[in-house]
């Protein structure tokens, strides 16, 4: 929060940044000083809450308070992730916009710069980059983008993902029938076929341009969001003998995962996630 930030100027792109929160007082100060303390001058940072119940607003108002940070704060019942960042979308007026969930943040002062800068290009609809997972449990690692068909997973690292407005406002907004994978569904949208993607996009690849925190999904909440990518795979046509494989051993990898963590065998859950990612 204590280094300069770089000089505005006439025609400089705004960036919104939005937050859903629900009872996140114990991560949405890391969250909001992350932004606080990005070098890029024109950034919003928009709070949409579900009626939390602890701290949270008192929080945002308090790190927000005497800062030049331009910042709005919804407080109300949604309907789900996929409403709240679509009324944060709603309520934004930059001509980019990042989602960036309240447990997680962005490592360094020049995640949003290198963004924008990207975006000096007016054909780029999308900037994406790696991230860095948090999960003591499971393993932490840096993640890259797989860059792979949506009919083999989703191709790329969805809390690193940056958007003009005016894709939205072309696609439409998330579907808020999508409990899990709505940006996933989403993702589909921008594709004409599962291996060519409609809009350009660049990839930033080097240091990671969000920290992701694991929250403890239940078994039954991946299953779940399983279930809502074969969904959005078949409106979109996209449900081929590939997609049908991929989402078998995407369970059979849950299941197993689930049971080595069961027998205390979570090391190997570890190895292999550091063997993937390396």
Request: hydrophobic letters at 40%.
């Amino acid at each position: 929060m204590g280094k300069l930030k770089i000089w505005c100027y006439i025609g400089m792109m705004k960036i919104s940044i939005v937050t859903a929160t629900w009872n996140s007082d114990k991560t949405v100060e890391r969250n909001i000083k992350s932004v606080l303390g990005q070098d890029y001058c024109d950034v919003e940072h928009i709070f949409i809450d579900n009626l939390s119940g602890d701290k949270t607003l008192e929080i945002i108002e308090k790190s927000h308070d005497g800062s030049a940070s331009d910042f709005k704060v919804y407080s109300g019942a949604d309907k789900g992730i996929a409403d709240a960042f679509n009324k944060g979308i709603g309520a934004s007026s930059g001509e980019i916009i990042g989602l960036l969930n309240s447990d997680d943040f962005y490592p360094d002062p020049q995640v949003i710069s290198r963004v924008m800068d990207a975006f000096s290009d007016p054909k780029v609809m999308f900037v994406h980059g790696n991230m860095f997972f948090e999960d003591p449990v499971h393993g932490s690692n840096l993640r890259k983008p797989l860059l792979c068909p949506p009919t083999y997973a989703f191709p790329y690292n969805h809390p690193a993902f940056f958007v003009r407005s005016d894709l939205y406002k072309k696609l439409g907004l998330f579907d808020i029938s999508y409990k899990f994978a709505m940006d996933f569904e989403l993702i589909c949208r921008m594709y004409e076929t599962p291996n060519q993607c409609a809009v350009k996009g660049v990839y930033l690849d080097g240091d990671a341009l969000v920290c992701m925190s694991f929250g403890g999904v239940s078994q039954s909440s991946e299953l779940a969001s399983i279930l809502e990518v074969k969904r959005a795979l078949q409106l979109h046509n996209f449900y081929n003998f590939s997609a049908r494989v991929n989402l078998l051993l995407r369970m059979l990898r849950i299941k197993v995962k689930s049971l080595l963590s069961a027998v205390g065998l979570n090391w190997l859950v570890v190895w292999w996630r550091n063997r993937k990612w390396a």
